[in-house]
Each structure stands twice: as structure tokens, then as C-alpha cells.
Nanobody, 123 residues
Framework: LLLVESGGGSVQPGGSLRLSCAAS????????IGWFRQAPGKEREGISC??????WTNYLYSDRFTISVDNAKNTVYLQMYRLKLEDTAVYYC???????????????????WGQGTQVTVSS
């Protein structure tokens, strides 16, 4: 099983990024998928999650973040808009074995995690 995040980088405030989470060794049809982030000195927090078929989503920052899933590519995306300095963090994806609905918290329900991708927002 492998989850690989990509798409992170450096961006100015107000910019956009799209993160990807590619899964191998599992099919996302059997899981819900969440996005999380951890800033330096802070706890990891849930951002958003999406059910296996994309029929259920949950957001903590719905005004700026959009989650989507491409089951054919076994990949989940997090589109981030109007990025702020405080969005700087390492972003992770993870899966939970409840495919029909999800919540971004508690984190303990997520059983497999990627290694993370760094997002830096700076002027």
C-alpha cells in the first residue's frame, strides 16, 4: 500500500495550488480519503475528506479548498485557492475504511498515510 502526495511548493499569498494523492496497492473504491496538514509546532489537523465515489464530502475550510476524486486514476485532489500565510504546512493524505461517508476528524480513524508534501505561502 502506498499513498504519494505531490503538487506542493512555494506560492505567494492569494495564489493557488492543486495537491494530488495517488494510491497504489488499494482501490479508493473501498475507502474514504482525507487531507490533513501540520504546521511547525502545531498538531496535525483535518482539512477535508471525500467518500469513495465522491458522493459525500466534508470540509473544514469550504470557502477556499475543494476536494475531488478520480476513481479511474485512483487519485484524490485538493484544490486550494486564495492561499494565506497560515496555510503553510506539510499536507498529508490518508484513507479510512468507511467508503460511504467521512469526517476529517478524528484522525485516528485514518489507517494509511502518505509521506506529505510541503506547501509554503510567503511573500
Amino acid at each position: 500500500l502506498l499513498l504519494v502526495e505531490s503538487g506542493g511548493g512555494s506560492v505567494q499569498p492569494g495564489g493557488s495550488l492543486r495537491l494530488s494523492c495517488a494510491a497504489s496497492g488499494i482501490t479508493l473504491d473501498d475507502y474514504s480519503i482525507g487531507w490533513f496538514r501540520q504546521a511547525p509546532g502545531k498538531e496535525r489537523e483535518g482539512i477535508s475528506c471525500i467518500s469513495s465515489k465522491g458522493t459525500w464530502t466534508n470540509y473544514l475550510y469550504s470557502d477556499r479548498f475543494t476536494i475531488s476524486v478520480d476513481n479511474a486514476k485512483n487519485t484524490v485532489y485538493l484544490q486550494m485557492y486564495r492561499l494565506k500565510l497560515e496555510d503553510t504546512a506539510v499536507y498529508y493524505c490518508a484513507v479510512t475504511p468507511f467508503p460511504n461517508m467521512c469526517t476529517a476528524r478524528p484522525l485516528g480513524q485514518y489507517v494509511y498515510w502518505g509521506q506529505g508534501t510541503q506547501v509554503t505561502v510567503s511573500s
